[in-house]
């Protein structure tokens, strides 16, 4: 696409509160079945006030506000959508067609195990499978998101500690992790010590080993790392931390590098979460709501969420027996639509499918990385798995940052891939195509950079002042955040 020749049409679209009249109405309710009551009957701290030229509208207008709404947005189903670190999978719409089965869709959460075989099944088979692909002994479903996940296992070894009689005091993380991890250990009560990374952008072992003592409770590691790079001294790493007591977790958000071909199990990690939305093409985000299910050794089984399913009398059930256990993480049994299309994901690919899908994915951001490192400045030599990090010292002598050429590939078409992060790269530029990408699209994706970054040397002002084409042009995005504009008005 020609940036400045954008073509197609998208409408104008007012606030609702510019829309509407008095007594219109988008739905209809049956009669009442008990005496109608008045807002006079409930508490008073439960009633909101009349809020004032709320608008009142047809169902027609809503849908069409709403569609119009979506035309304006970037999104994996209509843009190349090459976050790093957040891996866009595509979701098919086989999943959701399983998911809105009418034996799961309409499966209400307090049904009796005795009615609810199916997903019950469908929740243990899915444990199994997951359980096998990292090389795991146990996986619980219930947690509602990654973090929730990492929450989750980093309260289990926390338990498992106290359980030996000591809750230790510190978590090894390194500078290139995500930014949960620091988070999860510091709400579990730990203190935080920072892993630096050596000039290969990966983890010393020796650094390692030198900070890991009886105060170790743990190391919290993604590896792949978020430089897309494989930590190959991970066996070492986590030999070091469990000679002196301390547990290994491994952070599953870039499980997408190792499917079919390598299990964080055998590389010496007692626990890890997956994410449902990055590696088994449920939807991400908005489209959610997500799920995070946590895989252990058997050493941290005993620790794990409540409810669990476990076989009873030639079926399943869900059971609450385990003195151990953590607790509950999340209502009810996790968000069971996020599992039914996950397992859905599984069962299409087989393993065969999973391990080309890696295959594919790590091609995919090899062939970026290759074609873009003249141009772009590569974080580190080594080559990536499923994502690569570029800075932007080659554009900086120009006057051109990481933040214009996100801009300026909105009007090629793409969504900007994740931008300033790791921040132990300056100026980062963190592409992850994924497995679905086509070459043609990789290469469309590839000649947008090379014509932005040329442009920038003849007319920077012009990347610098991007986007120029999508419905609104560069806003404050520093205002945006300290001053949200969050009611309506006239």
């Given at each position: 696409?020609?940036?400045?020749?954008?073509?197609?049409?998208?409408?104008?679209?007012?606030?609702?509160?510019?829309?509407?009249?008095?007594?219109?109405?988008?739905?209809?309710?049956?009669?009442?079945?008990?005496?109608?009551?008045?807002?006079?009957?409930?508490?008073?701290?439960?009633?909101?006030?009349?809020?004032?030229?709320?608008?009142?509208?047809?169902?027609?207008?809503?849908?069409?506000?709403?569609?119009?709404?979506?035309?304006?947005?970037?999104?994996?189903?209509?843009?190349?959508?090459?976050?790093?670190?957040?891996?866009?999978?595509?979701?098919?719409?086989?999943?959701?067609?399983?998911?809105?089965?009418?034996?799961?869709?309409?499966?209400?959460?307090?049904?009796?195990?005795?009615?609810?075989?199916?997903?019950?099944?469908?929740?243990?088979?899915?444990?199994?499978?997951?359980?096998?692909?990292?090389?795991?002994?146990?996986?619980?479903?219930?947690?509602?998101?990654?973090?929730?996940?990492?929450?989750?296992?980093?309260?289990?070894?926390?338990?498992?500690?106290?359980?030996?009689?000591?809750?230790?005091?510190?978590?090894?993380?390194?500078?290139?992790?995500?930014?949960?991890?620091?988070?999860?250990?510091?709400?579990?009560?730990?203190?935080?010590?920072?892993?630096e990374s050596n000039d290969r952008g990966m983890i010393d072992p020796a650094a390692v080993a030198r900070l890991t003592d009886g105060e170790t409770a743990a190391?919290?590691?993604?590896?792949?790392?978020?430089?897309?790079?494989?930590?190959?001294?991970?066996?070492?790493?986590?030999?070091?931390?469990?000679?002196?007591?301390?547990?290994?977790?491994?952070?599953?958000?870039?499980?997408?590098?190792?499917?079919?071909?390598?299990?964080?199990?055998?590389?010496?990690?007692?626990?890890?979460?997956?994410?449902?939305?990055?590696?088994?093409?449920?939807?991400?985000?908005?489209?959610?709501?997500?799920?995070?299910?946590?895989?252990?050794?058997?050493?941290?089984?005993?620790?794990?969420?409540?409810?669990?399913?476990?076989?009873?009398?030639?079926?399943?059930?869900?059971?609450?027996e385990y003195a151990k256990s953590i607790g509950r993480v999340r209502a009810f049994y996790g968000n069971f639509g996020m599992l039914v299309r996950a397992y859905?994901?599984?069962?299409?690919?087989?393993?065969?499918?999973?391990?080309?899908?890696?295959?594919?994915?790590?091609?995919?951001?090899?062939?970026?990385?290759?074609?873009?490192?003249?141009?772009?400045?590569?974080?580190?030599?080594?080559?990536?798995?499923?994502?690569?990090?570029?800075?932007?010292?080659?554009?900086?002598?120009?006057?051109?940052?990481?933040?214009?050429?996100?801009?300026?590939?909105?009007?090629?078409?793409?969504?900007?891939?994740?931008?300033?992060?790791?921040?132990?790269?300056?100026?980062?530029?963190?592409?992850?195509?994924?497995?679905?990408?086509?070459?043609?699209?990789?290469?469309?994706?590839?000649?947008?950079?090379?014509?932005?970054?040329?442009?920038?040397?003849?007319?920077?002002?012009?990347?610098?002042?991007?986007?120029?084409?999508?419905?609104?042009?560069?806003?404050?995005?520093?205002?945006?955040?300290?001053?949200?504009?969050?009611?309506?008005?006239?």
């Amino acid at each position: 696409m020609k940036p400045d020749d954008a073509h197609g049409r998208s409408l104008d679209e007012p606030a609702l509160f510019e829309r509407g009249s008095s007594g219109r109405r988008g739905y209809t309710l049956p009669p009442l079945s008990a005496p109608e009551r008045g807002v006079e009957s409930l508490p008073a701290e439960l009633c909101r006030e009349d809020l004032p030229d709320f608008p009142e509208l047809s169902e027609m207008e809503v849908l069409r506000h709403f569609l119009r709404l979506s035309q304006w947005n970037f999104s994996a189903a209509t843009n190349f959508y090459p976050l790093g670190s957040c891996t866009m999978k595509y979701n098919p719409v086989l999943n959701e067609r399983m998911a809105r089965l009418g034996g799961f869709a309409d499966l209400h959460p307090l049904t009796p195990p005795g009615a609810a075989q199916g997903a019950l099944e469908l929740m243990a088979e899915l444990e199994r499978l997951l359980a096998e692909l990292s090389g795991m002994d146990a996986v619980s479903l219930q947690p509602a998101a990654g973090a929730h996940g990492e929450l989750a296992g980093m309260k289990m070894i926390r338990a498992h500690h106290l359980d030996h009689g000591n809750p230790r005091r510190k978590v090894l993380i390194p500078r290139s992790a995500h930014g949960t991890n620091p988070a999860s250990s510091a709400l579990c009560g730990y203190q935080v010590v920072a892993v630096e990374s050596n000039d290969r952008g990966m983890i010393d072992p020796a650094a390692v080993a030198r900070l890991t003592d009886g105060e170790t409770a743990a190391i919290m590691v993604t590896n792949p790392n978020t430089l897309g790079l494989f930590e190959k001294d991970i066996v070492r790493i986590a030999a070091a931390v469990h000679e002196k007591g301390g547990l290994v977790y491994l952070d599953g958000a870039n499980m997408n590098a190792l499917l079919g071909v390598a299990k964080p199990g055998h590389m010496g990690a007692d626990v890890l979460q997956f994410n449902l939305h990055k590696t088994f093409s449920t939807p991400h985000g908005g489209g959610g709501p997500g799920a995070g299910p946590i895989a252990v050794r058997q050493r941290l089984a005993d620790y794990l969420p409540v409810p669990r399913v476990v076989r009873a009398g030639g079926g399943y059930a869900l059971s609450e027996e385990y003195a151990k256990s953590i607790g509950r993480v999340r209502a009810f049994y996790g968000n069971f639509g996020m599992l039914v299309r996950a397992y859905a994901y599984l069962l299409s690919l087989g393993g065969d499918g999973l391990r080309r899908a890696t295959q594919m994915a790590i091609l995919n951001a090899n062939y970026v990385r290759k074609r873009l490192e003249d141009v772009l400045e590569i974080a580190y030599a080594e080559p990536c798995l499923h994502e690569c990090v570029f800075s932007d010292s080659k554009l900086q002598p120009l006057g051109v940052k990481t933040l214009d050429l996100a801009k300026r590939l909105l009007d090629y078409g793409f969504y900007a891939p994740t931008i300033y992060f790791p921040l132990i790269v300056s100026g980062a530029i963190m592409i992850e195509p994924t497995e679905s990408e086509t070459r043609e699209t990789l290469d469309e994706f590839i000649a947008a950079v090379r014509a932005i970054v040329a442009e920038a040397k003849e007319a920077p002002e012009r990347v610098k002042s991007a986007p120029h084409t999508t419905r609104v042009s560069r806003l404050d995005e520093v205002r945006a955040a300290r001053q949200p504009r969050l009611r309506w008005k006239p």
